[in-house]
């Protein structure tokens, strides 16, 4: 499909890594392997920021974690997965729509806290492997970006050293 | 019309053609032009020039798209390359995709390959240990394959002019099965690791935990600068191609040493496609090759002819090199070639934990990966219901504790801060396994390659011996572990194939009895005289040590008999 035809079928490259189609509340991300509706990447980039929020130091929606997430998926994992991922995200939601009697991405960083403190408790279909995935994917996206392997804990390209023993100071 | 072809005929005749560019062809290839010899140097793949060709070599883990992970596509089209631990996005240009380079698995066989200049060279483990006559007397004192044609003091020379060479860091530690080298200075052991050696070397007689040895510049001599290199730098990151040449590789190494020479010519994207043999005089004249790109035939003819084409390949070609006087394959008059594939056995590992040196830690990376155990199986005299034993790699780090459960600020500082929790060992078994008639490689009468070449039917397999070596390394390793005060151990079936050990030996072994080996004591066909067979497929027996240094030390010592045999005009 080239540009003309993708712009009359409503359809917008981004990048070249998905497409949106449709508009308003009901608009579609397509990526190259599963689609998702633009609210649910929404709820996807504020659950990223409750696992790694901003403080002191970027969180991540300043690092664009929600889309490293979903680029692994895309590329990194099997079909079954992706569909659990995404059956998973859409069953995570109305439960925390029920539990929080409004929308996840609606309530506050401390609200959203609280319920991802307590999914250990939480046994619904492919929820838990939706949450494992995207919390997977949230830390990895963290410890291997740049910024944190450049600010907060740089990674040494020579380290030019082996210890086998070194002392800690008590 | 003559006139044209001796034309040709001469401009692509050398006094020397070595078949294959990785650790084994590259020092045939030095040897020979170092001494005035115009050595032509073949390679199946692409160049891949020290520095100029490794992308990847100084990239951060986040300039990765997929952070070193492959893809899922990648994985489901090359499942075989994918079972390769070394296989990840900073590394995989370096590899053959399953797809490219098709091969018929009459038994499961991952076959790791390497087409490019300096071949697996780039990507080996760099884990470097001699042989002693434990190893060469394996053979006939166990009453399996045939008896090696050499002893330790054959290769003892030959072990230390490579090493110099290379640079191989180790500790002169005394141990008759694992004699010592010329060593740089060791990598040292971390403080459970010296726990460990210290533990066994008290509680288990002859039995020896040490440094592991290694292919890398603990401090580089003045053969190295010469060479270009300098120290190792600890990066870690050697699969890549090192900018440094803190390790060795074809690329880094012999190949720019062999260039220098003014001697070489490196012929790329040339598949061998046989040897070529000419009844009248008895000898191989060259060999034929397909062009990878262009697949146009070419021959090129020399008076010696090196075969180092990987071991699987070297057979393949051996077998393919069929005449009248050889209709089975160069050499095979006992129709053993292809026959007695070995190689090692890596599937269990046993893992611990260790509560004790709470207030130590290791920095750094170790390019020696940790420690080494010889083997003490079965070594002075049969002592348990198996043949040979096996020998280990150990390594230890403090595990880095993170809250799993935590979320949002509490997961951020335990990710930035995480706590040092105990320390963590890791060990793997490495196997002799026994060659046998059984296990072998043939030609596929009807399927092959896009270049013509039949392709290799594998048929290798592990057996009783093997799995009864596994279950001794289990008990073994555990009791010293439990002895060190080692807790949780756990004994983990590798569920790896055979291949994938990447240490395939045989096929074209050596031997004193030309009814019984393909090769001689100095590597000869003994049928064809002028070809030698320099790579793993000459090994007789495996050992238990990583091959690579004596493949090295093999074909530099046969072809100084080689330049020998040419001066005296017998080759």
Same mark, same amino acid.
């Given at each position: 499909?080239?540009?003309?035809?993708?712009?009359?079928?409503?359809?917008?490259?981004?990048?070249?890594?998905?497409?949106?189609?449709?508009?308003?509340?009901?608009?579609?991300?397509?990526?190259?392997?599963?689609?998702?509706?633009?609210?649910?990447?929404?709820?996807?980039?504020?659950?990223?920021?409750?696992?790694?929020?901003?403080?002191?130091?970027?969180?991540?929606?300043?690092?664009?974690?929600?889309?490293?997430?979903?680029?692994?998926?895309?590329?990194?994992?099997?079909?079954?997965?992706?569909?659990?991922?995404?059956?998973?995200?859409?069953?995570?939601?109305?439960?925390?729509?029920?539990?929080?009697?409004?929308?996840?991405?609606?309530?506050?960083?401390?609200?959203?806290?609280?319920?991802?403190?307590?999914?250990?408790?939480?046994?619904?279909?492919?929820?838990?492997?939706?949450?494992?995935?995207?919390?997977?994917?949230?830390?990895?996206?963290?410890?291997?970006?740049?910024?944190?392997?450049?600010?907060?804990?740089?990674?040494?390209?020579?380290?030019?050293?082996?210890?086998?023993?070194?002392?800690?100071?008590? | 019309?003559?006139?044209?072809?001796?034309?040709?005929?001469?401009?692509?005749?050398?006094?020397?053609?070595?078949?294959?560019?990785?650790?084994?062809?590259?020092?045939a290839a030095k040897e020979f032009s170092e001494?005035?010899?115009?050595?032509?140097?073949?390679?199946?793949?692409?160049?891949?020039?020290?520095?100029?060709?490794?992308?990847?070599?100084?990239?951060?883990?986040?300039?990765?798209?997929?952070?070193?992970?492959?893809?899922?596509?990648?994985?489901?089209?090359?499942?075989?390359?994918?079972?390769?631990?070394?296989?990840?996005?900073?590394?995989?240009?370096?590899?053959?995709?399953?797809?490219?380079?098709?091969?018929?698995?009459?038994?499961?066989?991952?076959?790791?390959?390497?087409?490019?200049?300096?071949?697996?060279?780039?990507?080996?483990?760099?884990?470097?240990?001699?042989?002693s006559d434990f190893d060469f007397e394996g053979?006939?004192?166990?009453?399996?394959?045939?008896?090696?044609?050499?002893?330790?003091?054959?290769?003892?020379?030959?072990?230390?002019?490579?090493?110099?060479?290379?640079?191989?860091?180790?500790?002169?530690?005394?141990?008759?099965?694992?004699?010592?080298?010329?060593?740089?200075? /060791?990598?040292? $052991? @971390?403080?459970?690791? %010296?726990? #460990?050696?210290?533990? !066994? +070397?008290? &509680?288990?007689?002859?039995?020896? *935990?040490?440094?592991?040895?290694?292919?890398?510049?603990?401090?580089?001599?003045?053969?190295?600068?010469?060479?270009?290199?300098?120290?190792?730098?600890?990066?870690?990151?050697?699969?890549?191609?090192?900018?440094?040449?803190?390790?060795?590789?074809?690329?880094?190494?012999?190949?720019?040493?062999?260039?220098?020479?003014?001697?070489?010519?490196?012929?790329?994207?040339?598949?061998?496609?046989?040897?070529?043999?000419?009844?009248?005089?008895?000898?191989?004249?060259?060999?034929?090759?397909?062009?990878?790109?262009?697949?146009?035939?070419?021959?090129?003819?020399?008076?010696?002819?090196?075969?180092?084409?990987?071991?699987?390949?070297?057979?393949?070609?051996?077998?393919?090199?069929?005449?009248?006087?050889? /209709?089975?394959? $160069? @050499?095979?008059?006992? %129709?053993? #070639?292809?026959?007695? !594939? +070995?190689? &090692?056995?890596?599937?269990?590992? *046993?893992?611990?934990?260790?509560?004790?040196?709470?207030n130590y830690k290791t920095t750094g990376r170790?390019?020696?990966?940790?420690?080494?155990?010889?083997?003490?199986?079965?070594?002075?005299?049969?002592?348990?219901?198996?043949?040979?034993?096996?020998?280990?790699?150990?390594?230890?780090?403090?595990?880095?504790?993170?809250?799993?459960?935590?979320?949002?600020?509490?997961?951020?500082?335990?990710?930035?801060?995480?706590?040092?929790?105990?320390?963590?060992?890791?060990?793997?078994?490495?196997?002799?396994?026994?060659?046998?008639?059984?296990?072998?490689?043939?030609?596929?009468?009807?399927?092959?390659?896009?270049?013509?070449?039949?392709?290799?039917?594998?048929?290798?397999?592990?057996?009783?011996?093997?799995?009864?070596?596994?279950?001794?390394?289990?008990?073994?390793?555990?009791?010293?572990?439990?002895?060190?005060?080692?807790?949780?151990?756990?004994?983990?079936?590798?569920?790896?194939?055979?291949?994938?050990?990447?240490?395939?030996?045989?096929?074209?072994?050596?031997?004193?009895?030309?009814?019984?080996?393909?090769?001689?004591?100095?590597?000869?066909?003994?049928?064809?005289?002028?070809?030698?067979?320099?790579?793993?497929?000459?090994?007789?027996?495996?050992?238990?040590?990583?091959?690579?240094?004596?493949?090295?030390?093999?074909?530099?010592?046969?072809?100084?008999?080689?330049?020998?045999?040419?001066?005296?005009?017998?080759?």
């Open positions: 499909m080239n540009r003309r035809d993708a712009l009359k079928n409503g359809l917008l490259l981004l990048g070249g890594v998905f497409v949106i189609s449709g508009c308003g509340e009901d608009q579609t991300v397509h990526y190259n392997n599963f689609k998702l509706k633009a609210t649910e990447v929404v709820f996807l980039k504020v659950l990223a920021e409750t696992i790694i929020p901003q403080t002191d130091t970027l969180g991540s929606e300043k690092l664009g974690l929600h889309e490293f997430v979903l680029k692994m998926l895309d590329d990194c994992h099997s079909p079954t997965e992706q569909a659990q991922f995404c059956d998973g995200l859409s069953r995570f939601r109305k439960w925390a729509q029920e539990r929080l009697e409004k929308a996840f991405e609606n309530t506050s960083l401390k609200e959203r806290t609280h319920v991802l403190q307590s999914m250990g408790e939480v046994d619904i279909e492919n929820v838990d492997l939706f949450y494992k995935i995207t919390k997977k994917r949230v830390i990895q996206g963290y410890l291997k970006s740049k910024y944190v392997m450049t600010d907060l804990v740089p990674y040494q390209l020579v380290p030019d050293r082996y210890v086998g023993d070194v002392a800690l100071s008590s | 019309m003559s006139f044209n072809i001796n034309k040709v005929k001469s401009a692509n005749t050398y006094d020397v053609i070595v078949v294959g560019s990785g650790a084994s062809g590259s020092w001494q005035g010899l115009r050595t032509l140097l073949l390679e199946r793949g692409r160049d891949v020039e020290h520095i100029k060709d490794y992308p990847t070599t100084n990239m951060y883990p986040y300039e990765f798209e997929h952070r070193l992970e492959m893809p899922y596509e990648d994985k489901v089209t090359n499942p075989i390359v994918n079972r390769c631990y070394a296989y990840k996005e900073d590394s995989q240009h370096f590899f053959v995709k399953d797809q490219e380079h098709p091969y018929i698995q009459v038994k499961d066989f991952d076959w790791i390959r390497g087409y490019q200049v300096g071949g697996k060279s780039l990507l080996w483990a760099r884990q470097v240990q001699r042989w053979p006939a004192r166990d009453g399996f394959a045939v008896d090696w044609p050499i002893r330790y003091t054959d290769i003892a020379p030959w072990y230390s002019y490579v090493e110099r060479f290379i640079g191989v860091s180790g500790n002169q530690d005394n141990i008759p099965e694992l004699p010592d080298g010329e060593f740089l200075p /060791p990598f040292p $052991l @971390g403080r459970v690791e %010296q726990h #460990l050696k210290e533990t !066994v +070397a008290n &509680h288990f007689p002859g039995r020896h *935990v040490i440094s592991a040895r290694c292919a890398h510049l603990s401090k580089a001599q003045p053969i190295h600068f010469k060479q270009g290199r300098t120290d190792c730098v600890n990066r870690l990151l050697c699969q890549r191609g090192c900018p440094f040449g803190g390790y060795y590789s074809a690329n880094a190494v012999t190949i720019p040493w062999a260039k220098k020479t003014g001697n070489l010519t490196l012929r790329t994207h040339a598949v061998v496609h046989s040897v070529l043999y000419e009844e009248t005089t008895k000898k191989a004249v060259g060999v034929k090759v397909i062009d990878a790109n262009s697949k146009e035939e070419i021959d090129y003819f020399a008076r010696v002819i090196f075969l180092n084409a990987s071991t699987l390949n070297t057979n393949l070609i051996l077998l393919n090199s069929k005449s009248n006087r050889f /209709p089975e394959g $160069l @050499g095979n008059d006992n %129709q053993l #070639l292809g026959k007695y !594939v +070995a190689f &090692h056995n890596y599937t269990a590992l *046993v893992m611990a934990e260790y509560e004790g040196f709470q170790n390019p020696a990966a940790g420690a080494y155990m010889p083997r003490f199986r079965n070594l002075h005299k049969q002592d348990t219901d198996f043949l040979r034993g096996w020998s280990a790699g150990i390594s230890t780090q403090r595990k880095e504790l993170i809250d799993p459960e935590a979320v949002g600020i509490d997961l951020k500082n335990s990710l930035l801060n995480p706590r040092l929790g105990p320390w963590s060992i890791f060990s793997y078994m490495m196997g002799e396994t026994l060659p046998k008639e059984s296990n072998l490689v043939t030609l596929d009468n009807l399927q092959t390659d896009s270049w013509g070449i039949p392709l290799l039917r594998i048929d290798v397999d592990y057996d009783d011996n093997d799995r009864k070596m596994r279950d001794d390394y289990f008990q073994e390793m555990g009791d010293m572990f439990d002895k060190a005060g080692f807790t949780n151990i756990k004994k983990v079936p590798d569920k790896r194939r055979p291949g994938n050990d990447i240490h395939e030996m045989g096929g074209a072994r050596m031997g004193v009895d030309p009814r019984t080996s393909i090769v001689n004591k100095w590597n000869q066909i003994h049928s064809c005289k002028n070809v030698f067979v320099t790579d793993g497929a000459c090994m007789t027996s495996t050992s238990t040590q990583n091959p690579t240094l004596t493949f090295m030390a093999l074909t530099a010592r046969a072809a100084n008999y080689a330049l020998g045999e040419m001066k005296k005009r017998n080759l």
